[in-house]
């Protein structure tokens, strides 16, 4: 399976500041995603990353939130902005594999204060 | 859009006891269902995947099923040991490598 590599792998933010999270892999990937997982939940997918294009947003995600870029096959990031301490979470990224299985780089854990 | 129910919130087993996860989704054009472990502080980890045109797939000590007719498929862990203790995700989506819908997560403790 890919290699997956997220930066960073935590951070402590104060509200009403932005943090830009990067997500790498190591081949080519067609699907990327961005989740978000609240303390002791489950995972909600926050948007498709797509590369060429806008992302695509799931109900109760906007883009003003959490803008996404995708430059290329390798690489995308997801900001998120105006934080608040309900943006807490760990924010993780995933990929489809070549049999469209999906795998997960380490997450961001946010804390926001 | 697709709902994804899973029981139960918690399981506690005795090792070497089976251990068996359920989930029921709602939409019909669901066709791939895989199932995640994550231990404390980690990623998710894809342990087993089935896809629509299936019912069983086996990997060693664990086992998933799928009944598309009641919209409802398990996991079951057998002989469990203490290093199966972590938190199990069910998903579903319409096609594999599409979006995953997750269930709200098992936290099974295996008991030594």
């Known amino acids: 399976s890919a290699v997956i590599s997220q930066k960073p792998s935590r951070d402590i933010c104060q509200r009403g500041t932005s943090l830009t999270i990067q997500c790498q892999v190591d081949?080519?990937?067609?699907?990327m995603f961005w989740y978000r997982q609240q303390p002791g939940q489950s995972l909600t997918l926050i948007a498709t990353a797509n590369q060429g294009s806008e992302a695509t947003y799931e109900s109760g995600f906007v883009i003003d939130k959490f803008p996404i870029s995708r430059p290329n096959l390798t690489f995308s990031t997801l900001t998120v902005s105006n934080m608040s301490p309900e943006d807490s979470s760990i924010y993780l990224c995933?990929?489809?594999?070549?049999?469209?299985?999906?795998?997960f780089g380490p997450g961001t854990r946010l804390t926001v204060t | 859009g697709e709902n994804v129910e899973q029981h139960p919130s918690t399981l506690s087993v005795q090792e070497g006891d089976s251990a068996v996860i359920k989930c029921t989704y709602s939409?019909?054009?669901?066709?791939?269902f895989p199932w995640y472990k994550q231990e404390l502080g980690k990623r998710p980890q894809l342990i087993i995947d089935?896809?629509?045109?299936?019912g069983e797939k086996k990997d060693q000590r664990i086992a998933v099923t799928l009944n598309k007719t009641a919209k409802h498929f398990s996991l079951h862990i057998t002989e469990t040991q203490p290093e199966d203790s972590a938190v199990y995700f069910c998903?579903?989506?319409?096609?594999?490598?599409?979006?995953?819908?997750f269930g709200g997560g098992t936290r099974v403790l295996v008991k030594p």
């Open positions: 998903a579903a989506s319409r096609a594999a490598g599409n979006k995953l819908t």
């Open positions: 081949s080519q990937v067609t699907m």
């Open positions: 089935i896809r629509s045109n299936v």
């Open positions: 939409d019909s054009a669901s066709n791939y």
């Open positions: 995933s990929v489809a594999g070549p049999s469209y299985e999906q795998y």
